[in-house]
Nanobody, 124 residues
Framework: QVQLVESGGGLVQAGGSLRRSCAASGRTFSSYAMAWLRQAPGKERDFVAAMSGNDGSTGYVDSVKGRFTISRDNARNMVYLQMNSLKPEDTAVYYC?????????????????WGPGTQVTVSS
């Protein structure tokens, strides 16, 4: 069983930055793909970014490429999302997520474990 807990959400002005952190438990953390998903009001939960559990490869949704960066520290069981140049359309509840496989994939439904989520609000 994997447990995930996010931190680092909040309110920021457009153009600003936030860093999200996620603490994971579970002995196989290092071999699992880790991801960030988000859900805006009235919308489905969408894929944002992911990092593989074996070769360090990453994947991003087009709307955040060049602005967001996912990273992980396997020694500390942590995963991070650095969000720069934030836009009002980035406003959502952000979830840390994982799947019991190492490879990166984009569908949010592929990630079977999620944290409780924290709100990120970007004001214009």
């Amino acid at each position: 069983q994997v447990q995930l807990v996010e931190s680092g959400g909040g309110l920021v002005q457009a153009g600003g930055s936030l860093r999200r952190s996620c603490a994971a438990s579970g002995r196989t953390f290092s071999s699992y793909a880790m991801a960030w998903l988000r859900q805006a009001p009235g919308k489905e939960r969408d894929f944002v970014a992911a990092m593989s559990g074996n070769d360090g490869s990453t994947g991003y949704v087009d709307s955040v490429k060049g602005r967001f960066t996912i990273s992980r520290d396997n020694a500390r069981n942590m995963v991070y999302l650095q969000m720069n140049s934030l836009k009002p359309e980035d406003t959502a509840v952000y979830y840390c997520a994982t799947r019991p496989r190492p490879g990166v994939t984009h569908p949010a439904s592929a990630y079977t474990y999620w944290g409780p989520g924290t709100q990120v609000t970007v004001s214009s």
